[in-house]
């Protein structure tokens, strides 16, 4: 085990890995397969760049060329990402098949691009699951569940020859785990390269590797960091704390919290704190530039990163994340508020993390923070190259804080201490402190946990690639890391499996014993999406002639998507507002109100024909029984209401989350696009279809920008990649989705126009001219007429809208569904061509409403 040490300078940049394929890393592979001619290549190559290579690094590499397996747990900022380059290009002098894994598709993705500069676009591929780029190149990008598949589907003839994963502390991860673990057990030809700043003790871990492929498996950790951490605790009020660490230089500073909400209110609190100069501003401003701050959350952010305060969490939108991150790496915004998210490679300097607390909600309790997750928080704190050191401070308790003001308030009188009302700590509070986190700083990170599972699709890839699965099997669950007790368990799960697969006759066994599948699995089987499939399948049951049919085929969709979870308990408190009002005034008892209220949950479109289906799939197909079959109404939702991204996100009240929701709407428009046969297409659909990709890339083309780039990488290659991302095209060039834009904003009037809103009406069309009291006569008019103004499918059908296009104005009138089928009643209105391009969405101005 190697403990060597950093460099005693702190200007190196050896952390930082290469970005330029102009550089010819591939021009300096070696004639023959010599280590030390390998090893020298690279060395000079990095050398050229700048880099002296620390001796972490140094070792790491002789090791790997030498044909080693490695096991590198070094701090944040010892330079991992410079070895897995060097792995890679190990492999590649040895005409070998290199595979990289990290545990989320966006690092996935980033590490892509970034290996596309150094290697080329022809030499790496990408496969994420739902994406998929060049995926026979020698240098793959995968999530670790992917290459956990492919392992499982080929064993130890996987086309796999070294993989270098990122992150391994997931191996922990109760969920994901068994992803981390598999490659270990079935490829053991492989040369593995284990990568994390807190994997903790791992010499078990090395033992097995030996004895498992017969590598030597070297081990290089308690590498000293190149820029070490003083750690303090603090007992003054956080904005005390900011205040102290800003005038000793200590920024950029990231003020770490456990909730998202918490992150804002902190940003907001500190805007009465003088965080940056006037001049400072001045140029926060000019490099913000023309950025477009387009939904409600985006408008606070624009006022806290003007005051140099930036907020950083996983519900943001991409391109407000990318702001942050550059204004960040330039230096211009001295504090960011945000989430435990960085721990996970998230790409902001810091030179101070302040954590709020030492302990976390994990989905079931509240709980102290464990070693591993702290030394991963506090191990950003620093930047080689940057800083001499880094500074890691906790803030204690707000009680401890408030105790701590009141007996320095008493100071050394005995009788006003005395005299103290101490603040005692909130109910359920758990207990922590300065000693917990004076344990945490010197605590070595947990043993890695083995969290092996069994599942259909295990089984199935393990028969797929035929010999003996039973032996095959038997292997796996007896010869992993998991205790004899859970082994045991592991088996009978695995001939429960078995047993479900051979009475869906999905699987058989001869007279002679061998096993083998009745059905040959698809090339991609458990790698995309999983329930894809089952979609294609239900797609059939659907009537093209039906009124609904367009929407019916995204409800079928989203129901094969994972969850966005806030959008679903919003859509479900507000639907059991609205029983509750209902129940009221027809005199429901308490009792009984609560009692129904318990079976209202959100939307689920299709819910018992897709319920009914997903039973007779299951039974041909037991496997899917992995995968849980969610009906939900985002996307149909959206549309049905008439309703614009930020109308959406305000009518639900889901700032903090906009970022997951146009993730989870770009995923349905991705879906939309694959998997949807073209024939199934009818033109409605391709009308839907086309609406939802403009509303994503009008919100954040960065999602939509990347996914297209993903397809040509190689024109990514040799330029540097803008942080911000461009301005997205004008939303009229797309005069499909703009119709459907155009037809939204006149339809959402007429549903508004039928359930007598006019104070809505009014606030959508007080400027040109319509407001309440307008919009009230107007219709007063037409209910004298008719009792009801209809809002089905055949009222915001395109034949009920009549557009005439012009090059600078279009002009538009949106006709009512009356009872009578007179059709003589409407909306009239013109879309400003350039207002709207300006605005990315319809610009409608209401002229008239009455009848023709």
């Not at 590198?72 to 002098?93: C, Q, R, W």
């Amino acid at each position: 085990m190697s403990t060597a040490s950093g460099p005693t300078s702190s200007t190196s940049t050896a952390s930082s890995p290469p970005t330029m394929v102009e550089t010819g890393l591939l021009d300096r592979i070696p004639e023959g397969t010599d280590p030390d001619a390998v090893y020298s290549a690279f060395v000079d190559w990095a050398l050229e760049r700048g880099l002296s290579l620390y001796p972490a690094q140094d070792e790491a590499l002789i090791e790997i060329v030498s044909g080693a397996n490695l096991i590198l747990s070094t701090p944040t900022g010892t330079g991992k990402s410079l070895v897995a380059v060097g792995a890679h290009f190990a492999a590649l002098s040895q005409g070998k098949r290199t595979f990289y894994t990290a545990p989320i598709k966006a690092l996935v993705s980033e590490k892509f691009f970034s290996l596309v500069e150094i290697f080329g676009a022809e030499n790496v591929g990408m496969v994420t699951g739902d994406s998929s780029v060049n995926a026979d190149a020698p240098i793959i990008c995968c999530t670790a569940e992917i290459l956990a598949n492919l392992a499982l589907r080929h064993g130890a003839d996987a086309p796999v020859d070294q993989v270098v994963m990122d992150e391994f502390h997931f191996y922990s991860d109760p969920d994901r785990g068994w992803a981390w673990q598999v490659p270990l057990l079935t490829l053991p030809r492989v040369q593995f390269i284990l990568m994390s700043a807190t994997l903790g003790d791992v010499e078990w871990l090395a033992k097995d590797l030996r004895e498992r492929n017969g590598r030597e498996t070297a081990v290089v950790v308690g590498v000293d960091r190149p820029v070490p951490l003083h750690y303090s605790y603090a007992t003054t009020p956080v904005h005390e704390t900011v205040e102290d660490l800003l005038q000793t230089n200590q920024a950029p500073i990231y003020i770490v919290h456990f909730s998202q909400l918490a992150a804002l209110e902190r940003a907001q609190a500190l805007t009465s704190v003088k965080i940056a100069t006037r001049e400072q501003r001045d140029e926060i401003a000019a490099a913000i530039g023309d950025f477009r701050f387009t939904t409600n959350f985006g408008r606070t952010l624009s006022r806290l990163i003007r005051s140099g305060i930036g907020v950083h969490h996983a519900g943001m939108l991409p391109k407000y994340r990318r702001l942050v991150e550059q204004l960040a790496q330039q230096g211009l915004l001295k504090v960011i508020c945000g989430t435990d998210t960085l721990g996970v490679g998230i790409n902001v300097p810091i030179r101070t993390v302040l954590l709020t607390a030492l302990t976390k909600f994990d989905g079931t309790k509240m709980r102290q923070l464990s070693a591993r997750e702290f030394h991963q928080i506090a191990g950003r704190a620093g930047r080689a190259g940057y800083d001499t050191a880094g500074t890691v401070v906790v803030q204690a308790p707000e009680h401890e804080t408030e105790n701590a003001r009141l007996l320095a308030k008493a100071g050394d009188d005995p009788k006003k201490v005395k005299r103290i009302v101490r603040k005692r700590a909130p109910e359920g509070f758990v207990s922590w402190g300065e000693p917990s986190f004076t344990r945490l700083v010197s605590a070595e990170p947990e043993t890695l946990s083995s969290s092996m599972q069994v599942s259909h699709a295990m089984v199935l890839n393990v028969i797929g690639r035929g010999g003996e699965p039973f032996d095959e099997m038997r292997e796996l669950i007896e010869n992993n890391h998991e205790p004899r007790a859970r082994q045991l368990e592991l088996a009978r799960q695995a001939l429960a499996i078995y047993r479900t697969l051979r009475t869906a006759e999905i699987v058989q066994q001869d007279a002679s014993g061998v096993i083998s599948l009745t059905v040959d699995l698809q090339p991609n089987f458990a790698l995309n999406q999983p329930l894809s499939p089952f979609a294609l399948a239900v797609f059939d049951l659907l009537e093209p002639e039906s009124p609904s049919y367009a929407l019916d085929m995204i409800s079928v969709l989203e129901a094969t998507l994972d969850d966005p979870r806030p959008v679903l308990s919003a859509q479900q408190f507000m639907a059991r507002g609205e029983a509750v009002a209902a129940m009221k005034s027809e005199g429901i008892e308490y009792d009984q109100r609560m009692e129904l209220l318990e079976e209202i949950r959100h939307p689920m479109p299709l819910e018992e024909l897709l319920g009914q289906a997903f039973e007779r799939y299951r039974a041909s197909q037991p496997w899917v029984g992995d995968f849980e079959l969610s009906p939900k109404s985002v996307v149909r939702d959206l549309y049905e209401r008439a309703m614009t991204f930020n109308d959406f996100i305000g009518f639900y009240k889901l700032n903090r989350s906009e970022g997951l929701v146009l993730r989870y709407l770009s995923d349905a428009y991705r879906a939309a696009r694959q998997t949807i046969p073209d024939e199934a297409k009818t033109e409605e659909l391709l009308d839907l279809i086309e609406w939802l990709g403009e509303l994503v890339r009008q919100v954040d083309s960065s999602l939509l920008d990347e996914w297209e780039e993903l397809i040509n990488p190689s024109a990514a290659v040799g330029v540097e990649r803008a942080t911000l991302p461009p301005v997205p095209h004008n939303v009229t060039t797309n005069v499909r989705a703009f119709r459907i834009l155009v037809r939204n904003e006149l339809f959402r009037r007429v549903q508004l126009a039928a359930l007598e809103n006019y104070q809505e009406l009014g606030e959508l069309d007080a400027a040109a001219g319509f407001d309440a009291d307008a919009w009230g006569d107007a219709m007063d008019a037409y209910f004298d007429a008719h009792n009801a103004l209809g809002t089905g499918p055949d009222a915001r059908s395109s034949a009920m809208l009549i557009v005439e296009e012009g090059a600078e104005t279009w002009t538009v009138r949106q006709i009512f569904d009356d009872p009578a089928g007179d059709h003589d009643w409407g909306i009239s209105a013109t879309i400003d061509i350039a207002e709207s391009n300006a605005a990315g969405l319809a610009v409608v101005r209401v002229t008239a409403i009455g009848m023709i």
